[in-house]
């Protein structure tokens, strides 16, 4: 029996004296994908912080593969996540050594081979193979969405999270990102978008604006 990737119960929320989350409840099975939509300022973006384990709610729970979300658990569940923000923060110096920083840590040392997917993965997200020597400071905004999508899932994260992950993009970009996105069967999505390609995208569309019931998350052999 399979655990959710993701199962979230009676999320409350208030910063600044302000309710960003109310009694929110959502399931994630595995290899499924979910996309959120909501006006401006519904706790989209707050969400995947608290999924994440940067901020904290007020009440409720957060579940990852069946593991409650804490302080003390979060640094290990978030090693099974990717998270990709709509203005990716990429460090100083070329793309490659970008590339090479990454997996130099310590807990990425082990899939330093996917490295070779890399020239495959410029072609399939449309990008040109010498973009790997082009400083990250030269890049356009629709460049670094890409190239920050080519790490998550070189990572080979069971969980991505996506910030607006296409809003820098002409729609042949946007068509090949969640072309390569829907193909990743056993891979879990929480995306945040607007536009018609990521609701069509989803096998769930989750519209935060409204207020959530009770969510049963099911288990599948």
């Not at 999505?189 to 990521?198: P, R, T």
């Amino acid at each position: 029996m399979q655990k959710p990737a993701l199962e979230i119960e009676h999320l409350s929320l208030n910063l600044a004296h302000q309710q960003i989350l109310a009694d929110f409840n959502l399931c994630l099975p595995q290899g499924e994908k979910i996309t959120l939509i909501g006006r401006s300022g519904c706790g989209k973006s707050t969400l995947l912080r608290c999924i994440l384990g940067f901020i904290v709610p007020d009440a409720g729970t957060i579940k990852i593969f069946g593991r409650h979300l804490t302080g003390q658990s979060s640094w290990e569940l978030r090693a099974r996540m990717a998270y990709v923000a709509q203005e990716p923060e990429l460090n100083s110096g070329t793309v490659q050594a970008n590339l090479a920083e990454v997996f130099a840590f310590r807990n990425n040392r082990h899939l330093s081979k996917n490295l070779t997917q890399v020239p495959q993965l410029l072609e399939r997200l449309l990008l040109p193979h010498n973009i790997l020597q082009k400083e990250t400071a030269a890049l356009s905004g629709g460049e670094k969405q890409r190239i920050a999508i080519m790490v998550a899932l070189l990572l080979e994260r069971e969980i991505l999270l996506l910030d607006e992950v296409t809003s820098a993009l002409d729609q042949r970009a946007k068509d090949a990102v969640i072309g390569i996105l829907r193909r990743l069967e056993h891979i879990s999505i929480l995306a945040i978008g607007h536009e018609q390609d990521w609701i069509k995208f989803a096998d769930h569309v989750v519209d935060m604006s409204e207020p959530q019931g009770e969510t049963t998350c099911t288990s599948s052999t």
